[in-house]
């Protein structure tokens, strides 16, 4: 079964070629760039790059894998959870292609190609992956945060989910006051690198709740407090907190006093970005935890965990749950291309999606495909 993908469900337009479960192609234009001025991402930008790029992107994965669109059995297309105007262009293309070449649209939950992430195989197969259903996916990237129980190919419950920020967002708004660009993530999990984690306690915001739910808009203002304190007092120089890497290099030029006071902001922001990274990985680790716990009460026998999403690439995640969840198969992604929102993991679901006879063939079928901005996992 050879699959077409096609994402276009936030900043990233994306086109892969994949022949069952192994990519064969993976294109994506990311558009960073275009919406990093305005810290997030513009809805009406991200439409215009995308019917801009499509065509070109599509062509480029077919050409990758050295296929033509005559050989392609299916077109997977992510037709939601995203923004509804970028998701319709993704979605007006497949449409388009399916009735030029007559071939059927499996329609794809994007976080379900999130999962699916995990498991796809590269072009000669590899690696082989073994994983024993049901399993527990945790989805941490830029717009989720979710603990989700795959019960089998495409029967998901969502056990927890954040009820405010994504934690990817919460590394980029926290890193924005901090001036490391757009997003932040990576930028501070470098910095938090030469920092000690237990200078500043920060609450773990959903440490006494029942539920598997997490939260992290009050970590985020806890440690902008933190910030506000701290660098805000030490920079003498009248610049403003929001600046203070820029203070950084201005410093750069002046003696040897305010060297000293240099090294002291820097450290103090290493300090800050590895008691925040700290704090918002643990509530991920306790949640999942809890999950795997109450599933266990259930009689449910977990043996394999997901972890998936841009935030998966974290170091310091991966060291904390290889450590805590020894006991667990834990299956990342296998190429960085996997990780954020790519088409290659929609074209996989596609393809398990097929074999539980999800395609739709008719034209009736196909013309009635609409987006579904909201759409959640376990309302497939
Ligand atoms: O999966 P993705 O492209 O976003 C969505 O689909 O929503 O992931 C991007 C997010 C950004 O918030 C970015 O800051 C974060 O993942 N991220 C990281 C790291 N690498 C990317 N966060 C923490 N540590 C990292 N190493
Ligand atoms: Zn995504």
């Given at each position: 079964m050879l699959i077409l993908g096609?994402?276009?469900?936030?900043?990233?337009?994306?086109a892969a070629v994949v022949y069952k479960?192994n990519v064969l192609s993976n294109i994506?234009?990311?558009?960073?760039?275009?919406?990093?001025?305005?810290?997030?991402?513009?809805?009406?930008?991200?439409?215009?790059?995308?019917?801009?790029?499509?065509?070109?992107i599509i062509e480029l994965a077919l050409t990758r894998s050295r296929k033509k669109i005559t050989d392609v059995e299916?077109?997977?297309?992510?037709?939601?959870?995203?923004?509804?105007?970028?998701?319709?262009?993704?979605?007006?293309?497949?449409?388009?292609?399916?009735?030029?070449?007559?071939?059927?649209?499996?329609?794809?939950?994007?976080?379900?190609?999130?999962?699916?992430?995990?498991?796809?195989?590269n072009s000669k197969?590899?690696?082989?992956?073994?994983?024993?259903?049901?399993?527990?996916?945790?989805?941490?990237?830029?717009?989720?945060?979710?603990?989700?129980?795959?019960?089998?190919?495409?029967?998901?419950?969502?056990?927890?989910?954040?009820?405010?920020?994504?934690?990817?967002?919460?590394?980029?708004?926290?890193?924005?006051?901090?001036?490391?660009?757009?997003?932040?993530?990576?930028?501070?999990?470098?910095?938090?690198?030469?920092?000690?984690?237990?200078?500043?306690?920060?609450?773990?915001?959903?440490?006494?709740?029942?539920?598997?739910?997490?939260?992290?808009?009050?970590?985020?203002?806890?440690?902008?407090?933190?910030?506000?304190?701290?660098?805000?007092?030490?920079?003498?120089?009248?610049?403003?907190?929001?600046?203070?890497?820029?203070?950084?290099?201005?410093?750069?030029?002046?003696?040897?006093?305010?060297?000293?006071?240099?090294?002291?902001?820097?450290?103090?922001?290493?300090?800050?970005?590895?008691?925040?990274?700290?704090?918002?990985?643990?509530?991920?680790?306790?949640?999942?935890?809890?999950?795997?716990?109450?599933?266990?009460?259930?009689?449910?026998?977990?043996?394999?965990?997901?972890?998936?999403?841009?935030?998966?690439?974290?170091?310091?995640?991966?060291?904390?749950?290889?450590?805590?969840?020894?006991?667990?198969?834990?299956?990342?992604?296998?190429?960085?291309?996997?990780?954020?929102?790519?088409a290659a993991?929609?074209a996989?679901?596609?393809?398990?999606?097929?074999?539980?006879?999800?395609?739709?063939?008719?034209?009736?079928?196909?013309?009635?495909?609409?987006?579904?901005?909201?759409?959640?996992?376990?309302?497939?």
């Amino acid at each position: 079964m050879l699959i077409l993908g096609i994402d276009t469900s936030c900043d990233d337009t994306s086109a892969a070629v994949v022949y069952k479960d192994n990519v064969l192609s993976n294109i994506i234009s990311s558009q960073v760039h275009v919406h990093k001025d305005w810290g997030g991402v513009v809805p009406s930008l991200a439409k215009r790059k995308h019917e801009e790029l499509i065509d070109h992107i599509i062509e480029l994965a077919l050409t990758r894998s050295r296929k033509k669109i005559t050989d392609v059995e299916a077109i997977a297309i992510t037709i939601g959870p995203g923004l509804a105007i970028a998701l319709e262009v993704g979605i007006k293309k497949a449409k388009e292609l399916a009735l030029l070449y007559n071939k059927p649209i499996i329609p794809i939950n994007h976080m379900e190609g999130h999962v699916y992430s995990a498991l796809a195989k590269n072009s000669k197969g590899k690696p082989d992956i073994e994983y024993q259903l049901p399993m527990l996916a945790v989805l941490v990237s830029g717009g989720h945060t979710e603990i989700v129980l795959m019960r089998n190919h495409g029967e998901y419950e969502i056990l927890g989910q954040t009820l405010d920020d994504a934690i990817g967002e919460s590394f980029d708004k926290v890193g924005r006051i901090l001036n490391m660009g757009y997003p932040a993530g990576p930028v501070l999990e470098k910095i938090a690198e030469s920092g000690d984690e237990n200078t500043y306690s920060l609450p773990i915001p959903m440490q006494h709740s029942k539920d598997l739910n997490l939260s992290y808009s009050g970590l985020k203002t806890a440690t902008m407090r933190i910030i506000n304190e701290e660098i805000g007092a030490l920079n003498s120089f009248g610049m403003k907190f929001a600046k203070s890497l820029k203070a950084l290099s201005y410093l750069d030029k002046q003696t040897h006093n305010q060297e000293l006071e240099k090294k002291n902001i820097s450290h103090i922001i290493a300090n800050i970005s590895a008691s925040f990274q700290k704090a918002s990985i643990e509530q991920v680790i306790l949640k999942v935890s809890q999950a795997l716990d109450i599933l266990r009460g259930q009689g449910i026998d977990i043996q394999d965990m997901i972890i998936a999403g841009g935030v998966a690439q974290n170091k310091y995640l991966r060291k904390k749950f290889r450590r805590v969840f020894s006991y667990l198969r834990i299956h990342y992604p296998t190429s960085k291309k996997l990780f954020t929102d790519n088409a290659a993991m929609i074209a996989v679901a596609g393809y398990f999606n097929y074999l539980n006879n999800k395609i739709l063939t008719k034209l009736d079928e196909i013309n009635k495909i609409d987006r579904l901005p909201n759409w959640k996992l376990n309302e497939i």
